[in-house]
C-alpha cells in the first residue's frame, strides 16, 4: 500500500509539474529543429495550434470603459474595472477550434480596444497594480510553443516565392502586442515599477517569439524589444548577450531563427548609438558574430540589414574596415552568383564611405577580386562589379591610385571586350577602358603594348608546345611501326 501511494504522487508531481510547463516559453534546444529529410509541401500548422494554455472560462461582458466619467466615478471603481478588463483578456480563446467561439471572440476584441483607447486616452490610469496585470496578459496571450521549423531544407533566395505563414489568432494578437506598446509609450509609465516584473526571464520569453513564421508579429515584437532596450538600462546588456547568442546557434549549430531580420534592424539602431571609441565587446560583436552571419545559407532574408550593420561598424571605427573586408572575401560564394550579386553591392557601400588611408589598405584584394567577378561567366555579377565604375567617390578613389589598380583590372577588361557573349557587358566593359584612357592616357598605351606581347608570348609558347607534341606523336608512331617490323 504504501509503495501504491508513493507511485500516485510521483504520478500526481510529474502531472502538475507538466501542466505548469505549458505556460512557460518555449525550450531553447527543441529536438524537433532538426533538419527534416524530406520537403513538405503540405500547409504546416499555425502556431495557434500549440498555444501554451486555452482558458475554458467563459468571457462575461464588463460595464464599458467609455462609458465611465472620469469626474463622477471615483477612483477606486475606475482602477478595479480597469484591472478586471485587464483579467478577462488573460483568457485564450482556440482560433483553430471546428467551432470557435465567436461570441466570445468578438467580446475580447472590443474589450482590448477599450483598454487601448483607456490609457492612450486618460492621463493617471497607470497604478501600480496595472503593471504585473499588464505583464500578465501579455504572457497569457503571446508566450506560446511554435511548431517545428521545417524551412531550413528549401533551397537558397525562395523565399520571396512562398507566400507567409500567417497566424489565424492575429485579429488578438495585434491588439496585444498594441496594448503593451502604449503601456509603455504612455507619459505615466515608470520603469522603477515595471523592472521587478519585465526581468530577464520576460526578455527571454519575448525574444524566444521572434521564431513566429508570421511577419506581422515579428515587427511588432521588434518594436516591442526595442522599447524594451530603451526604457530598461538593466537590460541592455542582457538582451545584446542573447542576440549574439541566438546568432551563434544559427551561424555554427544550424538552429532555425525566423527573426535574423528583425534583430538586426534592432542592432542597427544600437550601433548607431554606440559611443566612439568603440568597447571592445562591440568589435568583437562585429568580428566574430556579424562577418560570419555572411556564410548562412539563408542570407537573402537578412542581408540589407546586416550590410546596414556593417556600414554602421565601419562609419563608427575606420580602422575596422580592413578585417571587415578581408573577412567577408574569407566568405566569398564560389558558385552562388546570386549571393555574389549582393556582396557586390555591400562592398560598395563599404567603399562609399571609406576614408583613402583605409582603401590603400584593402584595394591589391579587392581589386583581384573585382577582376574575378568582372570575368565571370555569369552576366549579372560581371554587371553589378562593373558599375563600382558609376560610383563618383569610387572613381576618385580609383584614379588616386591608378598605377596600382588599372594593371590589375587591364586585362580581364580587354580580353572581355573582344570575346564576352554578353553585348550589355561588352559595352559596360567598353566605358570602362575609355575612362581608364581618360584616366592615364600614358598608362593604358603601356598596358595595352604589354598586354598585346604576352598575348603573343603566349602564342608563341602555344605553338612551340604544339610543334614539341606533334615530334613526340611522329617518333610514337615510327617507334611503334619498327616494333611491328621486327615482330614480323
Known amino acids: 500500500t ?3 501511494t508513493i507511485k500516485f504522487e510521483k504520478i500526481n508531481v510529474a502531472r502538475e509539474e507538466s501542466n505548469g510547463l505549458m505556460g512557460t516559453s518555449p525550450p531553447t534546444s527543441d529536438p524537433f529543429t532538426k533538419k527534416s529529410a524530406k520537403k513538405t509541401k503540405s500547409k504546416r500548422l499555425s502556431s495557434t495550434s500549440f498555444t501554451a494554455l486555452i482558458n475554458n472560462q467563459e468571457f462575461q461582458l464588463l460595464p464599458s470603459l467609455k ?6 466615478t471615483p477612483v477606486a471603481e475606475r482602477n478595479e474595472l480597469f484591472l478586471k478588463k485587464l483579467q478577462q483578456c488573460c483568457i485564450v480563446f482556440d482560433f483553430n477550434a471546428p467551432e470557435p467561439d465567436s461570441k466570445g471572440i468578438e467580446q475580447k476584441r472590443q474589450t482590448l480596444n477599450e483598454i487601448i483607447e483607456y490609457i492612450a486616452n486618460n492621463n ?3 497604478f501600480e497594480a496595472v503593471y504585473p496585470e499588464s505583464i500578465k496578459m501579455l504572457q497569457c496571450n503571446v508566450v506560446r510553443c511554435f511548431p517545428p521549423n521545417q524551412e531550413d531544407d528549401k533551397e537558397d533566395f525562395d523565399n520571396d516565392e512562398e507566400e507567409p505563414n500567417y497566424d489565424p489568432s492575429w485579429p488578438h494578437l495585434q491588439l496585444v502586442y498594441e496594448y503593451f506598446l502604449k503601456f509603455m509609450e504612455s507619459a505615466d509609465f515608470q520603469p522603477s515599477l515595471c523592472k521587478k516584473y519585465c526581468d530577464q526571464k520576460f526578455v527571454i520569453q519575448i525574444m524566444n517569439l521572434f521564431n513566429s513564421e508570421d511577419p506581422r508579429e515579428r515587427d511588432l515584437l521588434k518594436t516591442m524589444l526595442h522599447r524594451i532596450y530603451g526604457k530598461f538600462l538593466g537590460l541592455r546588456s542582457f538582451i545584446r548577450k542573447n542576440i549574439n547568442y541566438i546568432f551563434l546557434r544559427y551561424i555554427f549549430e544550424g538552429e532555425p531563427c525566423n527573426g535574423v531580420a528583425e534583430f538586426l534592424e534592432i542592432l ?3 550601433i548607431n548609438g554606440f559611443a566612439v571609441p568603440l568597447k571592445q565587446e562591440h568589435r568583437h560583436f562585429l568580428l566574430k558574430v556579424l562577418i560570419p552571419l555572411h556564410k548562412p545559407r539563408g542570407i537573402a532574408a537578412y542581408h540589407a540589414q546586416l550590410a546596414y550593420c556593417i556600414v554602421q561598424f565601419v562609419e563608427k571605427d575606420p580602422s575596422l574596415t580592413e578585417p571587415t573586408v578581408l573577412g567577408i572575401m574569407k566568405l566569398w560564394p564560389k ?9 557586390l553591392g555591400e562592398m560598395e557601400e ?10 590603400k589598405k584593402i584595394m591589391l584584394p579587392l581589386f583581384k577580386m573585382l577582376a574575378k567577378a568582372v570575368s565571370s561567366p555569369q552576366f549579372q555579377v560581371a ?13 576618385s578613389l580609383i584614379e588616386e591610385h591608378s598605377r596600382v589598380i588599372m594593371p590589375i583590372m587591364f586585362p580581364a577588361l580587354y580580353l572581355l571586350s573582344k570575346d564576352h557573349w554578353n553585348q550589355t557587358i561588352v559595352a559596360l566593359v567598353y566605358n570602362v577602358l575609355k575612362t581608364f584612357m581618360e584616366m592615364n592616357n600614358q598608362l593604358f598605351d603601356e598596358l595595352t603594348l604589354s598586354y598585346k606581347a604576352d598575348r603573343q608570348k603566349e602564342r608563341r609558347k602555344a605553338a612551340l608546345r604544339e610543334e614539341a607534341w606533334r615530334k613526340v606523336q611522329l617518333r610514337a608512331i615510327e617507334a611503334s611501326s619498327n616494333n611491328h617490323i621486327g615482330a614480323g
Do not use: H
Open 2 to 4: 504504501l509503495l501504491y
Open 350 to 359: 563599404i567603399l562609399d564611405i571609406i576614408e583613402p588611408a583605409q582603401f
Open 335 to 343: 558558385t552562388n552568383s546570386a549571393k555574389e550579386v549582393m556582396l
Open 268 to 270: 542597427g539602431s544600437i
Open 124 to 126: 493617471g490610469v497607470l
Open 67 to 72: 462609458d465611465i466619467s472620469f469626474a463622477d
Open 383 to 395: 554587371e553589378r562589379a562593373l558599375y563600382f565604375w558609376n560610383n563618383e567617390y569610387i572613381m
